[in-house]
Structure formats: C-alpha cells, structure tokens
C-alpha cells in the first residue's frame, strides 16, 4: 500500500519534539508509535526504525517515531528512560492530533524503550494503549547481571576444552578467575527491598507490575543471542508478579534464533517487522471475534 511521510513539531512541557509519520494511503484505525531507546533517535540502529515504519505503513497501519528530549532534532535535556513519561503523553497527543481517525494505539520499543513504555504504563494506566512490543527489554542491575554471566557465561565456559587447556597451562589467570565468580555470586544473591513509598520502588519491579496488569495484547520479541534478553528472562521468571504475565494467554513470546541485540542483519530485522505486523494483524481478528461472541450474547440476552 502506498504511503506519506511527514515530519512535525509537538510541545512537551515547553519544549519541541520532532515527530515523522509514515501514514498509508487507507489506514487501519490502529496506530504504532515507537518509543526510541537512548542514547539515539528516531532512524534507529541500521536504520531499524525508519525501515520498520515503513513496512508497518505499506502494510496499512500509521506509524509514528519521534525524538525524545534532547536527542536527534528535538530541545531540552536529555533525559533516561526512568523520566519519559512526559515525552511520551506527548507523543501519543501529537500522533492522534496528526491521525484523529486512530482509535487504538500500540507501543513498540527495543531495550530500555521497551522498558519505558511499561514505566509509562504503569504510572499512568492510560486507556488509549491497546497493545505493547517488547523487544529485549531493560532490566539490568548488579543481581540480574551476575545471574546471567552465572549460568549463561561461567556456565558455558567450564564446558569449554580451551578453558581447560588454559587452566591447565597456567595461561589462565585462575585468580582473576575465581575473583570474578565470586563477585557474580554475591551479586546474584542481593534481593532488592520494597519500600513504602511507591515512587521508591525499583523500576524492575514497577514494569514487572506493569506488564501483569496491563488489560491489552503484548507481543515480546527475544533476541537468541543477546544478555540483555537473557537477563531479562532471569529476572522475570525470578519475579512472581513477572512470571505470572510471562505465561499469560495475553502475552505471545516470539525468540529470534541468533540475533543480537538490535537485530543488525537484514534477515533479523525482517524477522521482526514480520512478527510484529502478523501479532497486530491476528490481534484485530481476536478482538473482532470477542465483540462479535458478545453481541451475540447481548442479543441472546435481550
């Protein structure tokens, strides 16, 4: 489908942000807006974002991207992906300022964006959301981390001949070695208190709640080779609340067999714009279905 593009500017506290939206010829009443992780802006890595637009457009549905504050073409400070929720609400106001047509709205972000949108959430519970995409999302402290080198990169090593040969030589530094295990390990036995006060909550555990509360559809999208998505299935399958959403018949969980982070390889990020647009498409049919089975029942009821 044949689609525009049009870059323009929206107020967020003061400031101006720049968004472009790729808006096809005869859209979908769905939009996508995607949230950029930082530090970068809205082309994304190897052009990831820009080219997912516009896939997502030729396919039917409006695409936003933006910059945040303080990145790319936009003013103000720049700020971390804890502190977006403010750029976010004005993202949303803008695309359907741009797109009045749109009446659902669905988040996609890749790493702490993805983490971003679920804070964004779970602050503010907003009812125009009807969908999230999570790519390798953001959850990385000093005990997730050394849970992950733990079992994914000591655990791999000892079962590697050259470790061995090293060890064996004297060419390893068995110290050293040894120095690092035990820091994992006492890293990875930290647990992380609840405060009182709500606003003291880790953002882990705020995104984990999030993403178990959260009434709409999430497709989460893993990278096979890649820390930052092992460490998040560390954390959230440690997580009661998050383990609980991880099995959830909302949430469909898609992996990427060897790709890395930001899915650099034209195979890779093919793999997700196709992922994403058959969830967005298979999501439409679902809800139809379910308001079709409930009218029905209205009318049986009548």
């Known amino acids: 489908m044949n689609f525009t593009e049009q870059a323009f500017r929206f107020d967020c506290a003061g400031e101006q942000l720049l968004g472009v939206i790729a808006n096809p010829e005869q859209p979908e009443s ?8 930082g530090p970068q802006y809205r082309v994304g890595s190897h052009r990831q974002f820009l080219l997912l637009s516009r896939a997502m457009a030729a396919a039917g549905y409006p695409v ?14 720049l700020r971390n992906f804890e502190a977006l929720n403010g750029d976010l609400a004005a993202a949303i106001g803008g695309f359907q300022q741009q797109c009045p047509k749109l009446n659902k709205i669905i988040l996609w972000g890749l790493c702490d964006a993805a983490t971003a949108s679920l804070l964004y959430l779970d602050a503010t519970h907003d009812a125009r959301i009807a969908g999230l995409v999570l790519l390798n999302p953001w959850v990385r402290s000093e005990a997730t981390l050394a849970r992950t080198h733990i079992k994914h990169y000591y655990g791999q090593r000892l079962l590697q001949i050259e470790f061995w040969r090293k060890l064996l030589t004297g060419k390893l530094g068995v110290g050293r070695a040894i120095g690092g295990l035990m820091t994992s390990l006492v ?13 003291l909550l880790p953002f882990q555990k705020k995104m984990m ?12 999208i893993l990278s096979g080779d890649d820390y930052t998505a092992k460490e998040f299935l560390e954390a959230i399958q440690a997580d009661s609340v998050g383990a609980a959403a991880l099995v959830n018949h909302k949430l469909r969980r898609v992996d990427i067999d060897g790709a890395d982070h930001t899915f650099s390889s034209a195979e890779w990020r093919q793999s997700v714009e196709v992922a994403t647009i058959n969830w967005i498409e298979a999501s439409g049919k679902q809800e139809n279905m379910q308001n079709n089975v409930l009218k029905t029942c209205c009318n049986v009821c009548q």
């Not at 769905?30 to 992780?37: P, S």
């Not at 936003?64 to 400070?77: A, K, L, P, V, W």
């Open 64 to 77: 936003m991207r933006f910059d945040q504050c303080g990145m790319g073409d936009s003013t103000g400070e």
């Open 187 to 199: 890293s990875a036995r930290q647990v992380v208190g609840l405060a009182g006060n709500d606003t």
């Open 209 to 220: 709640r999030a993403l178990n509360e959260f009434p709409g559809q999430v497709l989460l």
């Open 30 to 37: 769905t939009g996508v807006l995607i949230v950029v992780g």
